[in-house]
């Protein structure tokens, strides 16, 4: 049962989920820092506010924050007030990064009431206009606690992602997660702009340009979406994506050493020790559904229990009561 | 004017390429290690030949090798005295490495008559089952050459992937082409192979998993298709792949650097210098055609007259007469 939900920001994410709840029935409240997008959105149902003020006064269940990580500071500095007699309203943001945004709800005073949210939705787009309700299908949330995570602000945000807009989560501490994004994101990221950067560097850069195919498109698709909004993701994640870029160096330059010794034990040894996620995509491409099940959801260490589901590939699909969620298996490796 | 041509080898490339050809009205004759395709080939239109033998027999002007490059030292050995009384007949293969055939091609005392040519065509399949003409449609031809090529058999080759296989082709030197192969395709498969090894044996590796998204898709996808086949690519081409993985190595932990001192004018340099690539691709991308020139080949010399043309970014598309090539003119960095 989805209660208000104020959304701060009406750009490509913030857009995207306000129609979405709204189409899928859920009482919707926005603001934008411009009011451009007004128009349209009331005609989507969605009921805009000229401040901050008018959004918290609406009484949403929770605020998402849906703004740039870049205004995060101010717009956190501008709740504060108005959130001190309103107790009851939960903060949430979609964030790449996590530990970052948790530091600054603390720094503005409204670390107990933060929960923290990621989808893994988005594309190359930005903007209102590019605002569509599709971009969350089938997508998949990471959402952030800490020890001192209140449940009920938690399972106030989970519901609001499996039931309001119809999601799967993950919950993970916000340094797994921002670990996890530097892996599969913020690190490939750099990687991808990696390989154009020695390209263009190529005296033949126009001869193995016009030789390229399937496998260089495809590395460095990242590196030509908007290289500044890339460049603020691998900053906020710098710490992670440091010991990432450092192990890849290492690992680059094992095989330089293996190929200069002619050593095919150990470059088979290489080529081999990828399987379990060849393994993995294989069956997770090859599944048509997935069996569910039940998971209890202790009062005491219910942060650990979820996090000990998602490291096993459990992905939380909704909720039968509070301490009971229903979870996909999905393979593991 | 295309005449006979002979295939050795009817895989995924040999086949898709005999299969063109005869549709495209040349006459094509084809030997395979195993008989198995011929039934299929015949009905195709192409004269199947139970021996090597029978194969130089029907006098084509030129054999295209096809085979995997690991039996290359061997059907060299056997086309050699088949080749003894029969100078006319010029050797090209399909490759992805260029020098290393060559040598093979001179070990074997046939180096005076062999043109390298490696087709920027394939897909993660294999075997004459999965052999279709239309793999070639649009397809640029690496044409490799030294300062003893005879130029009427890089005619012969040019003529028969320009007129007979209706592809472009730029010519270069073997180094040139194993540079820029190395460049655009063998070391980027490393660097995929390396991020899903990175991911294998990350302790959250499973929450990784989950909340990969595009980014992930598209960066590790090569180091899923047959990790063999890629591991042989690599070794093939040993030492440019190992550069180039000690200066993508180099690359990442500059960047790790950055991040780790707070450099953010370094972070933004290096998301920066990958521009002239950004616009490279934007230009190509938005061409709706390419004007077209023509090129004088001069006698001596021509090899780097054409060499010089694959740096500006042309690539040839027919020859108007021997000296004369038609060009077309594509963007360049």
Redesign the interface.
Known sequence: MVGTIGIVGLGLIGGSLARRLAGRGVRVVAWNHRPHPYAQAEADGISCKATLTELVDAAPDALVLCNPLKAMPDILAGLRPLLEHRPEITLTDVGSVKGMVRDQAKAAGLGDRYVGAHP????ELSGWQAANPTLYDDA?W?VTVDESTDYRRFLTVASLITDGVGNRI?V?DDE??D???A???HM???????????????P?????????????R???????TD??R??AM??ED??N?????????????D??DY??D?D?SA??A?????????T??AETKAATGFTRAELEIPETGWQQTLLFS????E?ITGFIHPRQAVIEL?P??
Chains 1, 2 share one sequence.
């Open positions: 893994m939705a988005g594309n998949l990471a993950i993970l797994t997660h670990k996890a994004a892996m599969i994101s490939p990221h750099v990687v991808s702009t990696a390989l154009i950067n020695e390209l263009t560097a190529n033949d850069r126009n001869v193995a340009a016009a030789l390229a195919a399937g496998c260089w495809d590395m460095t698709r990242v590196s030509l290289p500044d890339t460049r691998v900053e710098a710490l994506v440091e010991v990432l870029l450092r192990r890849m160096a290492a690992r680059l330059t095989v330089a190929l200069h002619g095919t470059v088979r290489f080529f081999a020790a990828g399987d379990p996620f060849r993995y995509r998602a490291r096993r590939g992905a999905r593991a490796m």
